[in-house]
């Protein structure tokens, strides 16, 4: 259901996408928005969204899309390599990120322009699928914040769950049918006001980082109907590889 017409001026990426995913989405899929009216009709904003399947990004289109958005997503730079895939995804205004490489400030100053273009800027601020065992919110990477403090932009925060009944980690084959519910939950902006005018400190970088995983803990939560562990699962902790099978460990993670 289209909550609020499209206004944005789409490419033909997204002429092309729309009438392909839209459609696979809702034969696959039922879906249970909450406070959906808090993505902004207007302006440059980041959504923040914790991650728990690699369709992640399609549902979460979804929900932008019928609102009356078009998503822009800060992906993995691998899914650019492939050229076919990558002039379409450039084309569809989508950022990659080199991690742990120079070109990551790269994706930070597009995420920037993109924001103050008026555009909504979609992150999982986890970097990664939750290891969490149980799917909770992991730890936090920095990026949101960043861009966040940067602009003064709104921080919109949405706890989900449902998409990794459809896809679970790392898992290769979908289950479609029946169709899998969907829950997000969108709350207000993640007020980080006091922050905006403080000298960007990684003490200042971390503590808007906690108080975005929060918003989005909080909001999971309440999907869930159950209590996050008091303690977010973090991977360097944990010893857990960035990338790859979840159960192999390495002592050189970053």
């Not at 569809?92 to 990120?97: H, L, N, R, S, T």
């Not at 080199?98 to 993109?114: H, I, M, P, Q, T």
């Not at 519910?181 to 993640?190: D, F, N, R, S």
Request: contains cysteine; glycine residues 8%.
């Amino acid at each position: 259901m289209v909550v609020r017409k499209q206004t944005q001026k789409r490419g033909w990426a997204w002429w092309i996408a729309v009438p392909i995913v839209r459609p696979a989405l809702i034969a696959t899929t039922t879906h249970e928005w909450i406070g959906g009216e808090n993505i902004p009709e207007t302006g440059g904003f980041i959504l923040v969204l914790n991650h728990v399947s690699h369709v992640d990004p399609l549902t979460a289109a979804h929900i932008v899309y019928d609102h009356g958005r078009l998503p822009r997503y800060l992906a993995k730079s691998g899914l650019f390599k492939n050229k076919a895939l990558g002039f379409f995804l450039r084309a569809a205004g989508q950022i990659p990120v080199e991690r742990l490489s120079k070109n990551a400030a790269g994706a930070f100053d597009a995420a920037v322009a993109a924001v103050r273009q008026g555009e909504c800027v979609v992150v999982y601020p986890e970097g990664t699928l939750t290891r969490d065992p149980d799917g909770w919110p992991m730890t936090g990477k920095s990026g949101a914040a960043r861009i966040a403090l940067e602009t003064g932009c709104p921080v919109i925060p949405v706890g989900q769950w449902g998409a990794q009944e459809i896809l679970p980690r790392y898992s290769k084959k979908p289950d479609l049918f029946p169709r899998k519910l969907i829950t997000m939950k969108v709350g207000a902006p993640v007020d980080l006001s006091d922050l905006v005018t403080q000298q960007r400190t990684p003490a200042v970088i971390q503590q808007a980082t906690d108080r975005i995983m929060a918003a989005i803990t909080h909001l999971v939560e309440e999907v869930r109907g159950e209590k996050a562990p008091a303690e977010r699962f973090d991977m360097k902790k944990h010893g857990v590889q960035q990338i790859g099978n979840p159960n192999k460990t390495r002592k050189d993670d970053s």
